[in-house]
């Protein structure tokens, strides 16, 4: 129905600390879009890990991905910076703040 995964920090994501998490790959199959059980998941995972979590909490996304904008927003991520992937392992790179 729905999932996402957290990521700890490491070398392709260099904006990162070591105690940071990302959450990525959030995704909810398309017969249950827009009935917010992904920003149900992301909420209760926020609040799973705030609980604990030392680092910052990065969702990353694309530009050209307005769900996933609308949905990061919606949970209180603000935004930080435009990056893009960059050399042969394919390291974002922050680009403009």
């Known amino acids: 129905m729905a999932s996402l995964l957290v990521v700890p920090g490491y070398f392709k994501w260099p904006f990162m600390k070591k105690d940071d998490l990302q959450f990525a790959y959030v995704m909810t199959n398309h017969e249950f879009r827009g009935k917010g059980i992904g920003e149900m998941m992301l909420r209760r995972a926020v609040e799973r890990f705030s609980r604990w979590q030392t680092g910052i909490l990065w969702y ?38």
């Open 60 to 97: 990353v996304t694309d530009t050209g991905n307005p769900a996933s904008i609308r949905l990061c927003t919606k949970v209180g991520f603000e935004f930080f910076a435009y990056a893009k992937l960059t050399g042969l392992f394919r390291i974002l790179k922050v680009i403009s703040a």
